[in-house]
């Protein structure tokens, strides 16, 4: 099947596109990478009077620093930040995670906006950046807004977009030294999109940590504080203390009705703290 009849445009800065975006009253989509869009244009899930082509636009495709946070153009590719072509500020955690994304051939088209905004629950930055605590921005002809990227991401394929706006950027704050990190993701295949993900951040020293389940058909499970994982407490010895029945609980209460899905979701969630636990040594050697 191939997609129905539409009008291509290329605007060459923002400002350019922002007004066609407003003009279009919510009968465009915008394309960067085409990884999500193309399918759906092809499989007419989506019959749009015009797509709007980003990639003209190099305020979109640039990455800088902004004091201690990461900020990332919607238009980065997941292979700018597999092989170091952005700056790091996540101690490789964010390119350890872009390395995984489905194939090469995607990566190189893939961009980080356009996930985000795709919202799939099985997408790999959909859990990792909710599990950094990255923020995106939004920006319209009324102007620019900021939401943290759990309250950007309603649900599955949910976004909190107003009509007439589009991300620009993601902001990711710096992992401070000491922190730990742990992504793990259960596909049946390499390239597949994961059937469970589990992201943890833990700075044992201050006792404070962050987990997301993500894979769950709905917007990834964000554990803010932590420790009711680890039986209230998160010190040096948190691997140790990984409380399985608590975290499917959290998973109970979230809606998550099978047993055996629990099950797999709480496992994932156990490598991740364990891969964590395995960095210690060197990320807190490098903190001293």
């Known amino acids: 099947m191939k997609a129905a009849r539409f009008a291509y445009e290329r605007p060459a800065d923002l400002a350019g596109l922002l007004d066609r975006l407003a003009d279009a009253d919510g009968t465009a989509k915008l394309i960067a990478g085409g990884q999500s869009l193309g399918p759906m244009l092809n499989l007419r899930l989506v019959e749009p009077e015009r797509v709007i082509d980003l990639t003209g636009i190099s305020e979109l495709c640039h990455a800088r620093r902004d004091g201690g946070t990461l900020v990332l153009g919607a238009c980065v590719t997941h292979a700018d930040i597999e092989d170091g072509r952005v700056p790091d500020v996540t101690g490789g955690a964010m390119a350890r995670v872009a390395a995984a994304i489905a194939y090469r051939a995607v990566r190189n088209r893939g961009t980080i906006g356009g996930s985000l905004v795709h919202a799939d629950p099985a997408a790999d930055w959909v859990t990792s950046l909710i599990a950094l605590g990255a923020e995106v921005e939004l920006a319209s002809k009324a102007g620019r807004r ?19 706006e589009m991300l620009v950027a993601v902001r990711v704050p710096a992992i401070p ?27 044992a020293h201050a006792g ?81």
């Open 146 to 164: 900021r939401l943290p990227l759990d309250a950007f991401v309603r649900g599955a394929l949910d976004v909190a977009l107003e009509p007439g």
């Open 177 to 203: 030294p000491g922190t730990l990190w742990g992504y793990v993701k259960h596909c049946a295949k390499i390239g597949e999109f994961a059937h469970a993900i589990g992201a943890v951040l833990i700075d």
């Open 208 to 288: 404070r940590g962050r987990a997301v389940i993500g894979a769950i058909e709905r917007a990834p499970l964000l554990l803010a504080d932590a420790r009711p994982l680890f039986g209230g407490r998160i010190g040096l010895d948190f691997a140790q203390r990984f409380d399985a029945a608590a975290a499917e609980a959290a998973l109970r209460d979230a809606g998550m009705a099978d047993a055996v899905d629990r099950h797999v979701h709480v496992t994932v969630l156990a490598r991740a703290v364990a891969q964590a636990a395995r960095t210690a040594p060197e990320r807190l050697t490098a903190a001293a």
